[in-house]
C-alpha cells in the first residue's frame, strides 16, 4: 500500500517522533504505526479472522497522539473488503485556529 501511495505521489509514513510527558520528564518517542496519509488519514491494517477490540483502541490511541482526525481500521481477511473497513473519528483534531474560522456548513 505504501508504494501504490508513492507512486501516486501521495505523502506517507510509517514512523513519527511523539513528545511524551511524564512527570516532569520529557522526552521524544519513535511511534511506529502502518501507514499516515498527509498528516490527516491513519491507516492500520490487518488480515485476521476477526478483529479484536484493542485493535481499535490502539488505532483511536495513535490518533490521540498524532493530533490525526481520522483513522481507518482495515482487515484485508475479509472476503468482501468495504466489511473489513472500521471508520473511527477523533472530534478536534488537526485543527488550527485559521482553519475553525473558515469552517463550512452545508
Known amino acids: 500500500m505504501l508504494r ?10 510509517t ?3 511523539v513528545q511524551i510527558e511524564y512527570k516532569g520528564l520529557v522526552f521524544d518517542q ?3 504505526f502502518d501507514i499516515m496519509v498527509e498528516s490527516c488519514l ?3 491494517l490487518k488480515a485476521v479472522e476477526a ?4 485493535s481499535k483502541a490502539q488505532l483511536f490511541s495513535y490518533m490521540k497522539l498524532l493530533d490525526i482526525p481520522i483513522g481507518l481500521l482495515i482487515n484485508f481477511h475479509e472476503p468482501v473488503l468495504k ?6 473519528i477523533l ?16
Not at 7 to 12: A, C, D, E, F, V
Not at 91 to 106: C, H, I, K, L, Q
Open 4 to 13: 501504490e501511495l508513492e507512486l501516486r505521489s501521495i505523502p506517507s509514513i
Open 15 to 17: 514512523q513519527q517522533l
Open 42 to 44: 491513519l491507516l492500520e
Open 30 to 32: 519513535p511511534l511506529r
Open 83 to 88: 466489511n473489513g473497513i472500521s471508520r473511527m
Open 51 to 54: 478483529l479484536h477490540p484493542f
Open 91 to 106: 472530534p478536534g483534531a488537526n485543527r488550527t485556529e485559521e482553519n475553525e474560522d473558515s469552517d463550512v456548513s452545508f
